[in-house]
T-cell receptor, first 111, second 116 residues
Framework: RKEVEQDPGPFNVPEGATVAFNCTYSNSASQSFFWYRQDCRKEPKLLMSVYSSGNEDGRFTAQLNRASQYISLLIRDSKLSDSATYLCVVNRGAGGFKTIFGAGTRLFVKA | EAGVTQFPSHSVIEKGQTVTLRCDPISGHDNLYWYRRVMGKEIKFLLHFVKESKQDESGMPNNRFLAERTGGTYSTLKVQPAELEDSGVYFC??????????????FGPGTRLTVT
């Protein structure tokens, strides 16, 4: 079993749809959590850090449930430009040591 | 503010040759990380520097890989001798300590290495 698991995807949604990404992690020592997006043949770009209290940035909402070791990302009112791979990233350790990436979930938003 | 830069963007070498990748982190970022993405697989952690010290190199595949960060600024990752399975995209990232234990990493564009 992988340390960080994500929905395998891909997700195909129409513009304006709401889409949810799920991620679970197995190491209870994990301390910080992030969502990155990666466009084809590009580097990962930080989308959001994920806090225990949950956080929102415009159309994007991230949630963390430490008890269930579960992270989510919700995108509302999807845009064509949201098409990308969404990566769940977990840091094991206070110093950002040993960063673990999920395999990513591909999102296609269609007109 | 300039982002993380990596050089070269692409490298094609023959098996048995040596290649050195370079990463320049964001100015002021003490933390520097190397990652690799092999085709069809997820991004894998290789190692983490804090300034010039290796904090965690548990992800380095074998002793053919050598990373250095002299002076705590830029870093190099040398592969010697290269093997076919070393092909992939090598990403570098940097971060500085943030409040609450969150260490947001910013990635460079990567070096695409092809070993033939």
């Amino acid at each position: 079993r992988k340390e960080v698991e994500q929905d395998p995807g891909p997700f195909n949604v129409p513009e304006g749809a709401t889409v949810a990404f799920n991620c679970t992690y197995s190491n209870s020592a994990s301390q910080s959590f992030f969502w990155y997006r990666q466009d084809c043949r590009k580097e990962p770009k930080l989308l959001m850090s994920v806090y225990s209290s949950g956080n929102e940035d415009g159309r994007f909402t991230a949630q963390l449930n430490r008890a269930s070791q579960y992270i989510s990302l919700l995108i509302r009112d999807s845009k064509l430009s949201d098409s990308a791979t969404y990566l769940c990233v977990v840091n094991r350790g206070a110093g950002g040591f040993k960063t673990i990436f999920g395999a990513g979930t591909r999102l296609f938003v269609k007109a | 503010e300039a982002g993380v830069t990596q050089f070269p963007s692409h490298s094609v070498i023959e098996k048995g040759q040596t290649v050195t990748l370079r990463c320049d982190p964001i100015s002021g970022h003490d933390n520097l990380y190397w990652y690799r993405r092999v085709m069809g697989k997820e991004i894998k952690f290789l190692l983490h520097f804090v300034k010039e010290s290796k904090q965690d190199e548990s992800g380095m595949p074998n002793n053919r890989f050598l990373a250095e960060r002299t002076g705590g600024t830029y870093s190099t990752l040398k592969v010697q001798p290269a093997e076919l399975e070393d092909s992939g995209v090598y990403f570098c990232a940097s971060s500085r300590a943030a409040g609450g234990g969150q260490y947001e990493q910013y990635f460079g564009p990567g070096t695409r290495l092809t070993v033939t």
